[in-house]
């Protein structure tokens, strides 16, 4: 009965089910498991960079203030006068380059005006003038001074260790050069996955180690980074500071880790791309997207599929449902014609006992002579009898004929009053012998109705049917009332009989609800009469006392304008016809 | 042949007629009524043998009227009629004491020599009351004899 967009929107509404019931899950595990794993494992990188940072930065300060240490130590015990001695100025280097590796490059006495005294190393850097350079000027102030790293008179990368001498009222500095090539690889090594990488930078943001990879580029911006950490106020020792940032110059996001060396005078950096960082993370992430995709992708299809076969089955299994409420309708109608059959064989028999009779009355006529008394007339009331009983046969298989036919659903134009009387008169030979007296008031002025008359009769023949029934015992009277209501035409059946118990008045039009002994009812009736009346636009009502009676009220909507097939069936045909029972 | 005292009773006045101008032709003594009320008031003045009872008729019906006759006159034989078979009727009116149980249109031969079997059971069963009765007299007459 329904239009194929109820099915395709059925379907639309059990693959939105469908796919929402099972993604919603998947999605949430997928978000909250994914959050929390981000979370603890971005947690568990980042404490592995700050160990690595902090681990290198001790490092780097250990092998400085171990430089220092062993260039005071030398400063202590030698004194300016064996250093100004470049021979022994010479054992003392070699003892320093046998014992500590390459590490000490050179070694040099500079005296008050920064002149190079004496120097052993593989530079010739004798007489070399320090006068204006930086570590010589922050050497006097500091009497320890470690220099950046600068390319000086060599023009090679290095930085020195100088140390501040008193002898005979005069000032010296003992310094050495510190092999940059083995600084570097302190932090060189450092090498996280395909970006992590780490150097020292001074504050004026100058390299003092290089880095990978050629970073002119970046060094505004690593000023920059150095700058805004001055304003933190703890920035002490042994403190790192993580700070993620779009890198400027390769335009990823990356992650810088800085801790301060030296006394703060240098920074170390280590910074590797957020990416790559969390490149496992990713990893993980970008699984599952991807199972999540084709999950989704899955369920969908799915859920497509599933949903419209579904559909097509609802279907097929409601066109079923119709067929098979036709079905029963029929079979209702048989049930009601199977009711009807006592009353019927009764009646059809009865006349045709008559004619059998009078068949014989006429035999015996015969037998006795024609020409005796009367007998000629009396033949001839008796074949008289005979054709008016053989009318009346037929007028009872008229009108059960007209009845049994096959229901058909067509909608006509059907007037009321006709139909209605005609199926009183298919059951006044019933209610005769139930002692039921059947009355009825039907209004004039009603409009006809569109429906099926073949529905309609049942609908009628169903409900007084059952107005009999209800007064089975004892008889009574039922009270067929037709009348015009605002636009609307009601059928008022009431009968006088036993009644309908509160609790089975909402059942009532329940399939398959009886009351009467298995075998006796069906129960179908009212069922079908509410289908019937429910299809047409109509809707009954019922009222009941017990023990009084019950009144069943048709509302049927009037056919008005409605364009319907013009009746020319059996309705107005039977209504002529002279109906005698 | 015997004259047949016979109560027809059924609705349909057409058939009364005809079969009460038929049976009579046969020398029974014919009697008829339109409904089972009309049979009871009949019987009251009307000593019938036999009654031929419609079982389906509108007012009292056939099965009741048959329970009244045979309260009352319990010798009478009552043979049913109806329109249609239904076994249920059928044993019912049995129960209660018909004769027999035909069914309309009935074959008339068969009709006659049921009415015949009606009233010969009752004559029969009238002679066995009555012998009991002689013999009940005889036997209060007869104590002298010991």
Known sequence: ????????????????????????????????????????????????????????????????????????????????????????????HNSLVRRHGSDFVDLGLVNSQGVQVAYSGPFKLRDANYADADWFKAVKKHQVYVSDVFLGL???????????????????????????????????NIHVGETGMAFI?????????????????????????????????????????????????????TIFMTSPIKNGNWIMVYQQETS??????????NLAAVILLLGGIGITLMAFFMSRRMARKVEVSDLEKDMMNEQVIEAGKLASVGELAAGIAHEINNPVAIMVEEAGWIQDLLDEGLDKFDNKHEIQRALTQIRSQGTRCKDITHKLLSFARKIDPTIKRVALN?????????????????????KTNLSDSIQDVAASPSELQQVFLNLINNAIDAMDPGGGELNITTRMDNGVVLVSIADTGC?????????????????????????????IIYGIVNKMGGGITVKSVLDEGTDFILQLPSAGGVEVVQSKDSIPRLLTTNMRI | MISIKVLLVDDEQNFLCTLNKRL????????????????????ESFVADVVLLDVKMGGMDGLTALYLIKQKWPLVEVMMLTGHARVEVALRGLE???????????????????????????????????????????????????
Request: glycine share 8%; with cysteine; aromatic share 10%.
């Open chain 1, 1 to 92: 009965m329904s239009s194929p967009s109820y099915y395709q929107g059925l379907a639309k509404t059990m693959m939105f089910t469908i796919i929402l019931v099972s993604f919603a899950p998947l999605f949430l595990i997928t978000l909250i498991v994914g959050y929390q794993y981000s979370v603890a494992y971005k947690e568990k990188v980042v404490a592995h960079m700050r160990e690595l940072v902090l681990k290198h930065d001790q490092n780097v300060d250990s092998y400085l203030d171990e430089k220092v240490a062993e260039i005071l130590v030398l400063a202590d015990m030698g004194g300016v006068a064996s250093f100004h001695d470049e021979a022994n100025l010479e054992v003392l």
């Open chain 2, 96 to 146: 209660l004491g018909a004769f027999d149980y035909l069914m309309k249109p009935v074959d008339f031969k068969d009709l006659l020599y049921k009415l015949e079997d009606a009233s010969m059971r009752k004559a029969y069963q009238e002679e066995k009351i009555l012998a009991r009765k002689r013999n009940k007299q005889k036997i209060e007459q007869s104590p002298t004899v010991y």
């Open chain 1, 418 to 438: 006709g139909l209605v009387q005609e199926m009183v008169l298919l059951c006044e030979q019933r209610a005769k012998f139930a002692n039921v007296h059947i």
């Open chain 1, 499 to 527: 009644g309908i118990p509160k609790a089975n008045l909402s059942r009532i039009f329940d399939p398959f609800f009886t009351t009467k002994p298995v075998g006796k009812g069906t129960g179908l009736g009212l069922s």
């Open chain 1, 276 to 285: 790559d960082a969390f490149s496992d993370l990713n990893q993980a992430r």
């Open chain 1, 201 to 253: 930078i001074n504050r004026k943001g100058d390299f003092q180690t290089t880095p990978r990879r050629d970073m002119t580029a970046e060094v505004p911006f690593l000023k920059c980074l150095i700058k805004g950490q001055n304003g933190h106020l703890d920035l002490v020792r042994g403190r790192t500071t993580m700070v993620t940032e779009i890198n400027p110059s390769t335009g990823q996001e």
């Open chain 2, 24 to 43: 009579s032709k046969r020398g029974m003594i014919v009697e008829v009524a339109g409904s089972g009320e009309e049979a009871l008031e009949k019987l």
């Open chain 1, 154 to 188: 060599r023009g090679f990368p290095h930085f020195i260790i100088a140390v501040l001498l008193e002898a005979g009222g005069q000032e010296w500095v003992l310094r050495t050069t510190l092999d940059f090539i083995a600084f570097n690889k302190l932090v060189e």
